[in-house]
């Protein structure tokens, strides 16, 4: 038997964040101005494995920051809980004001590659532009070392690749 983590009232939360929460064939145009959730299985997850007040933060987030109440999908609210649970970023009610997330996921949705899903896409994006290296590390943490071939790698030459091959003598015209 599986049993949850957290006891969840998915309902309860998303109505303390009014937020309205109906089934994925319930999915039609107008049902989908704001504050309108399609996802429970989501909610129910995150709500399971997390608690009922990270699935209310994470909700408020989203449906409190500007323009982004109507992004009530499933791989929105993964991205987000994602973001707040990695402790990475300053949690504040204004964190997604200039983020749109619908923009977000319709672009984790072009560049997704085949290993990674739109959500795991979108927490990356959202990590890289509040919890950057340049944000959270300290400036004598982000200098590298130059980069030293190996002593058993020979070098590569930049003629390497234009009509010209790399020979144990040097290069000869192919």
Known sequence: MNRALHPCDVHRVAEQCGIRILKPDQHYAAAS???VCFCPKTLKRIGRAHGEDHLRLVLR???????????LQGEVI?????VVL???VEIRADLLDNVDL????????????KFCSSSHAMTVAL??????????????ELELE?????????????????????TGGGIRAA
């Open 33 to 35: 101005h704001g504050r």
């Open 61 to 71: 987030l989203i449906v409190e920051s500007a323009g982004n109440a109507q992004a």
């Open 78 to 82: 993964a991205a987000v809980s994602n």
């Open 86 to 88: 990695s402790n990475l």
């Open 102 to 113: 619908e923009q977000l996921r319709v672009w984790a949705h072009a560049v997704r590659p």
């Open 127 to 140: 990590l890289w532009r509040f919890a950057s290296p340049e944000k959270i590390l300290a400036d004598d």
């Open 146 to 166: 130059p980069a030293v071939a190996p002593a058993h790698m020979p070098a590569i030459s930049p003629l390497t690749g234009r009509g010209r091959r790399l």
